[in-house]
Nanobody, 127 residues
Framework: QVQLVESGGGLVQAGGSLRLSCAAS????????MGWFRQAPGKEREFVAAISWRSGGSTDYEDSVKGRFTISRDNAKNTVYLQMNSLKPEDTAVYYCAAPYAGFFPLTRRIADFGSWGQGTQVTVSS
């Protein structure tokens, strides 16, 4: 399994930006679809964005973040990023990066497909 460590969370005012990073261990990172999910207090974990394993490959976004968030990856650095712009108070949550159970997985947003998770990083957006 891939080991994942997120960073970059923090407190930001509405309209501001943050960039989350997720560093992955292991030589096979480039074979994995990578996803970002979030969980707000009292709510279920939800999909945010995903990127296919190919460099420059397909991406998928939850509707509420389209046009504001951008997922990208640098396979040479074993890192996936989530650039978050025009942040809103409703974006406040713990953000997790995740990788599926196996490499070369099709692009997916199903939580059940993801077997490796980071510890999460808190994002708080004040109004």
């Amino acid at each position: 399994q891939v080991q994942l460590v997120e960073s970059g969370g923090g407190l930001v005012q509405a309209g501001g930006s943050l960039r989350l990073s997720c560093a992955a261990s292991g030589p096979t990172f480039s074979r994995y679809v990578m996803g970002w999910f979030r969980q707000a207090p009292g709510k279920e974990r939800e999909f945010v964005a995903a990127i296919s394993w190919r460099s420059g490959g397909s991406t998928d976004y939850e509707d509420s973040v389209k046009g504001r968030f951008t997922i990208s990856r640098d396979n040479a650095k074993n890192t996936v990023y989530l650039q978050m712009n025009s942040l809103k108070p409703e974006d406040t949550a713990v953000y997790y990066c995740a990788a599926p159970y196996a490499g070369f997985f099709p692009l997916t947003r199903r939580i059940a497909d993801f077997g490796s998770w980071g510890q999460g990083t808190q994002v708080t957006v004040s109004s």
